[in-house]
């Protein structure tokens, strides 16, 4: 069967359920930013893979237009999602999962902790990859005619044989690689156990050496992995961020500070993200010649490259660090549509690559600037996968287990 796996970043579980944290005794109230910040990153997920169904920039399943047809507002609007979005939001959730799961290690115990990452991480990886992929290939995209020449069976058997399940993770590279984040943290732990004494929130200085630090890496390995490029769905050129990311989760899980990280100091980085970070995003694709067409920012030994790697840093930390501010200060509540959202949000990013792509199939006839069908398709198709969770989670046994 044919395989078409090469998506942006795109899906998130924790595998810990904020809501039950040992010890706090409000747990649910005092965590709940950290859920509703959790489902709003899943919502920006569905939005960037219409993004990219609609701009022609990453790679997707399907993708209705080119990039080179776009428009100078269209290209401006598309490209500036795709990249600010693109810089942090996978990156928060690896922050998430690791203070989460630095919490769980410390509540359970190594052996109690690898067998809870192989059941939440690694069997909804293994339906992905044996079940919905190629259903995706199958069914909805037919790829290369597929069903003209054989039918289900012999279809999945080639599949199989072909080992055309490797790499065919679709958005579940995140969940791949944060198994894999989790299994060499529990090793690590095990030969060296975790110093828990509280300490104090990292001082702006060690944030700024951290960003810089994480742009030069990312900026090496695109000398070798430039942007655009993946070895079986992994995309190393983004790396840096995640990694950075998922270790400041495990030092805010391990020492406690996130809870008491300045608010000042945390709203402060989201305004200085915003008010520098998009401008400078201006002046990287202008000087940079990005806007036409010279992709010098996706790798190799210039500045272009060197700029966008840092300024992606930037965001990834400074915003990721700002928007968790923002959520405690704002959004610290729970209701029953914030319930709603929380339960689902891995059923939402487990789902909805098939329903994004049904309905922007279902739409390709209609004729709208490629915009303006991604302004509708998105929280068409969010809404259209929340459904289709909540129903899979009441009538499956065992799903809500595996995908709370």
Wanted: aromatic share 16%; with cysteine; charged share 15%.
């Amino acid at each position: 069967m044919a395989n078409h796996h090469e998506v942006p970043d795109s899906s998130f579980s924790t595998g810990y359920d904020s809501r039950s944290e040992p010890g706090t005794g409000k747990g649910t109230k005092r965590l709940a930013y950290l859920d509703n910040l959790r489902s709003f990153v899943i919502f920006l997920v569905v939005v960037m893979h219409s993004n990219v169904t609609y701009s022609g920039f990453g790679g997707w399943y399907y993708k209705e237009t080119s990039s080179a047809s776009l428009g100078l507002v269209s290209t401006a609007v598309f490209g500036l999602y795709g990249s600010f979005t693109q810089a942090w939001f996978m990156g928060i959730l690896f922050f998430l999962a690791a203070f989460f799961a630095a919490r769980s290690l410390a509540k359970r115990g190594t052996a109690a902790f690898i067998k809870e990452r192989l059941f939440r991480l690694g069997i909804p990886l293994l339906i992905y990859m044996f079940v919905i992929d190629p259903f995706i290939g199958y069914f909805i995209m037919n790829y290369a005619n597929v069903r003209g020449h054989y039918g289900p069976g012999q279809a999945y058997a080639g599949y199989l044989a072909s080992f055309g399940w490797v790499g065919a993770t679709g958005p579940l590279w995140f969940v791949e690689v944060l198994l894999l984040f989790s299994l060499a943290y529990a090793g690590w732990r095990a030969l060296r156990p975790a110093r828990t004494a509280p300490t104090d929130p990292p001082k702006t200085r060690t944030i700024v050496m951290m960003i810089l630090a994480t742009g030069l890496a990312a900026f090496s390995i695109r000398l070798f992995q430039p942007i655009g490029t993946s070895i079986a769905n992994l995309q190393f050129c983004y790396f840096a961020s995640y990694l950075a990311l998922f270790l400041l989760g495990l030092h805010a899980g391990e020492r406690g500070w996130l809870e008491v990280f300045p608010e000042r100091a945390g709203l402060r980085w989201f305004e200085v993200a915003l008010a520098a970070g998009l401008p400078l995003w201006g002046v990287i694709m202008v000087a940079g010649r990005a806007v036409d067409g010279k992709l010098l920012i996706a790798g190799g030994a210039n500045w272009q490259s060197l700029s966008y790697a840092i300024w992606e840093s930037f965001i990834a930390i400074g915003f990721s660090l700002g928007i968790i501010a923002v959520f405690r200060k704002w959004i610290n509540f729970e209701n029953p549509g914030t319930r709603l959202l929380a339960t689902n949000s891995f059923g939402i990013y487990m789902f909805h690559a098939p329903i994004l792509i049904g309905i922007s199939l279902l739409l390709k006839d209609w004729l709208a600037p490629p915009l303006l069908k991604h302004v509708a398709v998105a929280p068409l198709a969010f809404a259209c996968t929340l459904a289709v969770s909540s129903l899979l989670l009441r009538r499956i046994p065992g799903l809500r287990a595996v995908l709370k």
